[in-house]
């Protein structure tokens, strides 16, 4: 499954039965959009899509720790992981958490390739233990999640460029 959008849209293909991909470009030179998912601060004003994300902890090393909590609609949802690799400011993989569903634990590698026209394309690899948690992820609204994410994100990058 392949869905194909403009440029500032998400990309979401899933390449293997236990695998999504989301392609997504960004307005904005890497290094900025680098800081944006790594910075605390940043991450903070777009990754809860409006809503209120306290930054628990964000040791964005190898081996470090993070975990967010959002507050949306009256409830409270954690999400954490551990970072495998840190490459500034081209890569990053972690593992994706959610306290919903503990045990059941995502492979997401990041990576941030520069397009030369001040541009950053932005491609998340994720990997699941099996087929029925790839499918109950892309089930969940993921996508209309992470896109909503990302045009916060673009609204971030404006103000930072």
């Given at each position: ?8 849209s998400l990309?979401?293909?899933?390449p ?6 989301i392609?997504?470009?960004f ?10 998912m ?10 809860g ?12 090393e190898?081996?470090?720790h993070?975990?967010?909590?959002e507050?949306?609609?009256g409830e ?7 970072y495998?690799?840190v490459t ?5 993989v ?8 503990p045990?059941?634990v995502v492979v997401?590698s990041?990576t941030?390739?520069?397009l030369?026209?001040g ?6 690899h994720?990997?699941?233990?099996t ?8 089930e969940?609204g ?20």
């Amino acid at each position: 499954m392949t869905t194909s959008t403009p440029a500032d849209s998400l990309s979401v293909s899933t390449p293997g039965d236990r695998e999504i991909q989301i392609a997504r470009i960004f307005n904005a030179p890497r290094v900025i959009v680098w800081r944006a998912m790594t910075e605390p601060q940043l991450v903070a004003q777009w990754w809860g899509r409006g809503n209120k994300l306290e930054i628990e902890r964000m040791v964005v090393e190898r081996g470090g720790h993070w975990r967010f909590v959002e507050h949306a609609d009256g409830e409270q949802h954690g999400f954490e992981g551990r970072y495998r690799e840190v490459t500034p400011p081209e890569r990053l993989v972690y593992t994706f958490e959610w306290d919903g569903m503990p045990g059941y634990v995502v492979v997401d590698s990041v990576t941030l390739e520069d397009l030369g026209d001040g541009r950053t394309r932005v491609v998340t690899h994720s990997i699941f233990h099996t087929s029925a948690e790839r499918d109950g992820m892309l089930e969940s609204g993921m996508s209309q999640g992470l896109s909503a994410s990302y045009v916060a994100l673009d609204q971030l990058l404006d103000s930072l460029k």
